[in-house]
């Protein structure tokens, strides 16, 4: 693929230090931002799969995305699971922030593609978001080779850059 996953400190200089605050609002490992910045970065976006909330760097990304994957010749299985939340990595307070808290990650087709499985996407959706530059959880493996699928994140789509 020739595109690699942002590291954090990459996430932090792209889309902006976020100056949060912990909180158990949502639930455990979720965060508070700063109302100014959540209305300067993050926007409202329609798609052929309903409206979702992103960061607005990626607002066009994520529309051209679900269009094609809803055009007659591609259909693809999509089902919108969530965008923008605030929180930590695995809803951890201990683990760093996750991406989706800068809005730049979506969750697609939750059901069947659980982290820590190897997941059932379609090729085609993975290969509509690879070509925008996101890169795919799904081949996200633990420390034990190819086949520890103990990291995978196969729900997970995430704004990358290039190798
Ligand atoms: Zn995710």
Not at 77 to 103: E, M
Not at 124 to 138: D, E, M, Y
Request: one cysteine or more; proline letters at 5%.
């Amino acid at each position: 693929m020739p595109f690699r996953k942002l590291k954090y400190n990459e996430i932090v200089l792209r889309y902006g230090v976020l100056h949060y605050t912990d909180t158990a609002e949502l639930q455990k490992g979720s965060v508070k931002l700063p109302a100014y910045w959540v209305q300067e970065n993050i926007i409202k976006q329609l798609t052929p799969y309903g409206v979702i909330y992103c960061n607005k760097r990626h607002s066009f990304d994520f529309e051209w995305i679900f269009r094609e994957a809803s055009l007659k010749n591609l259909k693809c299985n999509l089902k919108y699971g969530g965008c923008f939340v605030p929180r930590h990595v695995l809803w951890d307070p201990n683990r760093q922030l996750s991406a989706h808290t800068w809005g730049i990650a979506i969750d697609i087709n939750v059901a069947g593609n659980a982290y820590g499985t190897k997941g059932n996407q379609d090729p085609a959706l993975i290969a509509l978001f690879a070509k925008r530059s996101f890169v795919w959880g799904g081949t996200w493996r633990g420390k034990s080779g190819p086949d520890d699928y103990s990291r995978c994140d196969p729900m997970h789509f995430e704004a990358g850059c290039k190798l």
